[in-house]
């Protein structure tokens, strides 16, 4: 059991089936997965509880690494609003509750003038179906489809499953991950916090229904993704990483995830957020998602 707010805890692996009671009955918010929360906790910073029948959240923010309270589940009310913003206050936090889900917003405490809830388009999580990945239809998916095609004819990749176990299968994901570093002309600094949540992901791989996918040119890994088959027909999709030298391998590697996903009962793939990065929210919305998972922050009117 969790503890009840304001008390709580640093997130533990054993604390899976606790969290999974609050989220497995809605759709899987990236922020709320457990093998997301557990990977991306690096510092061990995150803080879980319960309040009201909902969880607690202290995540960091994604930019700026500053503490905010979350709260996921049907049970909020103006009270669990009020205590938790107040918490937030006591310890010096950010008074704005972040990544609040829309499931959250359907009680009659949103009828209160004393607070101000707005959309958080910058973290909606985009849905996209896996129809259309597995096929690339129409107009709208031609310079995709024809990205895709030109890759294979020209590489004659291999796709295969592959065993996040195995030493070399770990040794050249880490190494492409540094490509991918450099391609970018980052800095490794930048990019430290993901390639930890990679790691983290890659140590506890075999407790979670993972799909992982390596694309080979030449024996040679040039592209992965891991996937986690979800709940409620949704696969999320938690690292996707090519070297992008080579054209079109991340259409490829997106129809053959659809390819790969059809036929084992997921038929949407939560694709994350954007984080408000032009870059990155220009390339989600290419991919046509069929839907958004909404969040928004909430905080108090004046």
């Known amino acids: 059991m969790l503890p009840l707010f304001p008390a709580s805890k640093h997130l533990e692996l054993q604390d899976r089936e606790a969290i999974q009671r609050y989220t497995s009955p809605h759709e899987p918010y990236s922020d709320f997965n457990f093998l997301s929360m557990w990977s ?79 959309f958080d388009e910058d973290n909606f999580d985009y849905v996209l179906s896996v129809n259309l990945l597995a096929d690339l239809p129409g107009g ?6 024809y990205q895709a095609n030109h890759f294979r004819k020209c590489n004659h990749p291999g796709t295969e ?11 050249s994901i880490e190494s492409l991950f540094l490509e991918w570093v450099d391609a970018k002309r980052g800095s490794m600094s930048d990019a430290q916090r993901e390639f930890f949540a990679l790691c983290r992901t890659i140590d506890i791989a075999d407790l979670f229904e993972l799909v992982c996918l390596g694309v080979y040119i030449r024996d040679r890994l040039v592209g992965f993704t891991i996937l986690e088959n979800s709940r409620h027909g949704y696969a999320v999709l938690h690292f996707e990483k090519a070297n992008a030298e080579f054209s079109g391998i991340y259409p490829f590697m997106k129809r053959e995830i659809g390819l790969r996903l059809r036929g084992t009962g997921a038929c949407l793939i939560n694709y994350e957020q954007d984080l408000g990065i032009p870059g990155l929210k220009e390339s989600k919305r290419r991919w046509r998602p069929v839907n958004y998972l909404r969040k928004y922050t909430v905080s108090r009117r004046g």
């Open 40 to 118: 991306y906790d690096v510092n061990g910073a995150l803080e879980v509880s319960e309040l009201d029948g909902n969880l607690i959240v202290l995540f960091q923010h994604y930019l700026n690494h500053c503490p905010v309270y979350s709260i996921f589940g049907k049970g909020v009310t103006a009270g669990t609003v009020d205590l938790v913003l107040k918490r937030a206050d006591e310890r010096g936090f950010n008074a704005v509750l972040n990544l609040i889900p829309e499931i959250a917003l359907e009680s009659s405490w949103m009828d209160s003038d004393e607070y101000s809830c707005e």
């Open 140 to 145: 709208q998916f031609s310079t995709k489809r």
């Open 161 to 171: 499953n592959i065993d996040l176990s195995s030493r070399v299968v770990r040794q």
